[in-house]
């Protein structure tokens, strides 16, 4: 039984007793049957329209707020409740209810002025955006999402319709699969799960990043084509312009053509070290015995190195040794001494291999550029030899970080952790 059934009831149920008590009183004051029926009659039409008064009070005020809040409900805005009297019951109740419907009110119209403003926004916008449901289907997309996917989009589509997967929390679509940068955002919504597709044309970008690459190798190797092949050009007219060969200059020439060569297969060589560095082979392997085949990469007559550390490094031996050869070569090609002194230590802190070098050189000349392929400021550098010792050090999981001295030299500071990379 519903309320309004119980209040009927409860009404109905008032009006029998107090019936039943005005004729047990008629009865005991021995009246006689035809003033008991009048008088009852006289009762019962009050007491019913007092009933019904009580139950249309109750009825239509709480029928009424019924109303209110299921329209409400259902999105009309234009509603207002009939104001009741001050001293009506429900009054307070009524306000609150109002009260809450402005609100509410407020808040739909701020969240559709915001929407429609953010739809604008994304509907002129040149990147293609597209949102889906928890049920991946299609709730809204921008112009530039049409128009690269030349495809109807229609809102309740669902996303394998339209060409997207699913894996590994990430959509994706074969559209944008080359010169595009995608993105998926997930994000919760009134408790429901959303996506956000959007994907950035990246091509241009690439295409300026080769180009400037192409531009950076193009001047590297034409300065080393020109410094090995001029000289040689001119030793060879030279030689060639003379009547008689001499063998002792023919010798001589043909030496330093081979020097520059040899030079100059070594700058290619590096090169290729930088731009193809295979994954490291990671192993315990003595350091010192790295850094002795390093020293005798270098002129040792003029060169000091003090080692303090541990002996025992984590790494990828070959890569290391190249890092160390590099290294040595830039402490004693830059140092202006009559001896170039190295301060080498290797330690382990925090889980991480840690390798630092110091020199008495006149350190960086400009910081900021320093690990930057192709930059040098030597006269004869290629700027390829510490970005290679920087990329294998990366390749490890780590870092190489450079500094100068407070008083003088280069300070080198490499650490990576003591576990297997990933590759």
Same mark, same amino acid.
């Not at 449901?133 to 669902?158: C, F, H, I, W």
């Not at 010169?179 to 950035?200: D, R, V």
């Given at each position: 039984?519903?309320?309004?059934?119980?209040?009927?009831?409860?009404?109905?149920?008032?009006?029998?007793?107090?019936?039943?008590?005005?004729?047990?009183?008629?009865?005991?004051?021995?009246?006689?049957?035809?003033?008991?029926?009048?008088?009852?009659?006289?009762?019962?039409?009050?007491?019913?329209?007092?009933?019904?008064?009580?139950?249309?009070?109750?009825?239509?005020?709480? $029928?009424?707020?019924?109303?209110?809040?299921? $329209?409400?409900?259902?999105?009309?805005?234009?509603?207002?409740? /009939?104001?009741?009297?001050?001293?009506?019951?429900?009054?307070?109740?009524?306000?609150?209810?109002?009260?809450?419907?402005?609100?509410?009110?407020?808040?739909?119209?701020?969240?559709?002025?915001?929407?429609?403003?953010?739809?604008?926004?994304?509907?002129?916008?040149?990147?293609?955006?597209?949102?889906?449901?928890?049920?991946?289907?299609?709730?809204?997309?921008?112009?530039? $999402?049409?128009?690269?996917?030349?495809?109807?989009?229609?809102?309740?589509? /669902?996303?394998?319709?339209?060409?997207?997967?699913?894996?590994?929390?990430?959509?994706?679509?074969?559209?944008?699969?080359?010169?595009?940068?995608?993105?998926?955002?997930?994000?919760?919504?009134?408790?429901? /799960?959303?996506?956000?597709?959007?994907?950035?044309? *990246?091509?241009?970008?690439?295409?300026?990043?080769?180009?400037?690459?192409?531009?950076?190798?193009?001047?590297?190797?034409?300065?080393?084509?020109? @410094?090995?092949?001029?000289?040689?050009?001119?030793?060879?007219?030279?030689?060639?312009?003379?009547?008689?060969?001499?063998?002792?200059?023919?010798?001589?020439?043909?030496?330093?053509?081979?020097?520059?060569?040899?030079?100059?297969?070594?700058?290619?060589?590096?090169?290729?070290?930088?731009?193809?560095?295979?994954?490291?082979?990671?192993?315990?392997? @003595?350091?010192?015995?790295?850094?002795?085949?390093?020293?005798?990469?270098?002129? !040792?007559?003029?060169?000091?190195?003090?080692? /303090?550390?541990? !002996?025992?490094?984590?790494?990828?031996?070959?890569? *290391?040794?190249?890092?160390?050869?590099?290294?040595?070569?830039?402490?004693?090609?830059?140092?202006?001494?009559?001896?170039?002194?190295?301060?080498?230590?290797?330690?382990?802190?925090?889980?991480?291999?840690?390798?630092?070098?110091?020199?008495?050189?006149?350190?960086?000349?400009?910081?900021?550029?320093?690990?930057?392929?192709?930059?040098?400021?030597?006269?004869?550098?290629?700027? *390829?030899?510490?970005?290679?010792?920087?990329?294998? *050090?990366?390749?490890?999981?780590?870092?190489?970080?450079?500094? @100068?001295?407070?008083?003088?030299?280069?300070?080198?500071?490499?650490?990576?952790?003591?576990?297997?990379?990933?590759?």
């Amino acid at each position: 039984m519903n309320h309004e059934k119980w209040l009927i009831t409860g009404l109905s149920s008032i009006v029998v007793v107090i019936m039943a008590l005005i004729a047990a009183l008629t009865l005991s004051l021995n009246w006689s049957l035809l003033a008991i029926s009048t008088t009852l009659f006289v009762v019962m039409h009050p007491l019913i329209w007092l009933a019904w008064r009580c139950y249309w009070f109750w009825c239509q005020s709480i $029928m009424q707020l019924t109303t209110y809040t299921q $329209m409400l409900k259902e999105g009309e805005q234009n509603l207002h409740l /009939k104001k009741s009297h001050k001293d009506n019951l429900l009054t307070e109740l009524q306000n609150e209810v109002e009260a809450l419907a402005l609100v509410k009110s407020t808040q739909n119209a701020q969240s559709t002025s915001l929407s429609h403003l953010l739809s604008g926004m994304l509907d002129s916008w040149s990147v293609p955006v597209c949102l889906f449901d928890q049920q991946l289907k299609l709730t809204y997309r921008n112009s530039a $999402m049409n128009e690269q996917l030349q495809q109807p989009m229609l809102v309740g589509s /669902k996303a394998t319709e339209l060409g997207f997967t699913l894996e590994n929390g990430q959509l994706s679509h074969p559209k944008f699969a080359d010169n595009w940068q995608c993105q998926s955002i997930n994000y919760l919504h009134l408790s429901e /799960k959303h996506w956000l597709f959007s994907a950035l044309d *990246i091509s241009q970008l690439l295409h300026k990043n080769q180009s400037v690459t192409q531009q950076n190798l193009i001047r590297v190797l034409g300065h080393e084509l020109r @410094n090995s092949l001029t000289p040689m050009s001119s030793m060879t007219d030279t030689l060639l312009g003379s009547e008689h060969l001499d063998e002792q200059r023919t010798r001589l020439v043909l030496t330093r053509i081979h020097q520059r060569s040899e030079r100059l297969l070594s700058f290619v060589g590096q090169y290729s070290k930088l731009a193809q560095l295979p994954p490291p082979k990671i192993k315990w392997f @003595n350091i010192h015995d790295v850094l002795a085949e390093a020293t005798a990469m270098i002129d !040792e007559s003029n060169c000091e190195i003090d080692f /303090k550390g541990n !002996e025992q490094c984590f790494g990828d031996v070959e890569q *290391i040794t190249q890092v160390m050869i590099n290294l040595l070569k830039n402490s004693q090609e830059a140092c202006e001494h009559t001896t170039t002194k190295i301060n080498f230590k290797a330690y382990y802190h925090q889980q991480e291999q840690v390798l630092e070098l110091t020199d008495n050189g006149p350190g960086f000349a400009n910081l900021s550029n320093v690990l930057t392929p192709f930059y040098t400021t030597k006269k004869h550098g290629s700027g *390829i030899g510490l970005s290679l010792c920087a990329e294998i *050090i990366r390749n490890h999981g780590g870092q190489l970080t450079v500094a @100068n001295q407070d008083i003088q030299g280069a300070k080198i500071f490499m650490s990576w952790p003591l576990a297997e990379t990933e590759t």
